[in-house]
């Protein structure tokens, strides 16, 4: 009897000793696998955020430079309004919008300097004329004399307009902002050009 009981007091005695061992090792593994999950995860973490900044950096530039040929061209008054040729595509103008206060001296100058040697010219319509200069510069393709004409239609939908501007070459347009507020189209009309360059002078 005795020894049984002393037998049992023991084998208790193990079986804590076995839990508790069991448990330490369990805590250790999980403390461990916990310690090196945060190192891992530390690790990532910086891997993610190291090259993060030298990431976000490349699409910053682009994402700039759009935003900066989104934005407003400055006042019309100070110097005027160079457009060109648009760097990331030569068939657009590198300014789509610009606005001027109506009844102003606006000066534009269109500057054909482009990586891609290719005629261009600037057309200035009227308040909603958009639709109207389309189809009559589309009616230029068609006419033999339209390259000796420049592409530049007869319209009475026109304000002013740059001749056919070869590589190179600028024309500066010096002209009051009409007096009503909107949006005035502009375009380029030499053929297949017209559909992506093009713009508008917003006036206020
Ligand atoms: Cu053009």
């Excluded at 530049?152 to 070869?166: A, Y």
Aim: aromatic share 8%; charged share 15%.
């Amino acid at each position: 009897m005795d020894s049984t009981h002393h037998d049992s007091i023991e084998k208790s005695g193990g079986f804590w000793n076995a839990f508790a061992l069991i448990l330490g090792i369990s805590l250790c593994v999980i403390s461990l696998v916990a310690g090196g999950a945060f190192i891992y995860g530390g690790l990532k973490y910086s891997r993610v955020n190291g090259p993060q900044p030298v990431a976000a950096n490349t699409p910053a530039a682009p994402a700039s430079a759009t935003a900066a040929s989104a934005a407003p061209a400055p006042a019309a008054s100070s110097g005027g309004i160079v457009i060109k040729p648009g760097a990331d595509n030569p068939l657009t103008y590198d300014i789509k919008s610009f606005t001027v206060k109506a009844g102003e001296k606006i000066k534009v100058t269109f500057n054909n300097q482009s990586a891609l040697p290719m005629p261009h010219n600037f057309i200035l319509g009227k308040l909603g004329s958009k639709d109207r200069l389309m189809v009559a510069v589309a009616a230029m393709i068609t006419d033999p004399n339209g390259m000796t004409k420049g592409y530049i239609p007869e319209s009475p939908d026109i304000i002013v307009h740059t001749k056919l501007l070869n590589p190179g070459q600028s024309e500066t347009l010096d002209f009051i902002a009409p007096v009503e507020k909107g949006d005035y189209p502009y375009l380029c009309s030499f053929p297949g050009h017209t559909m992506l360059m093009n713009g508008v002078m917003k006036v206020e």
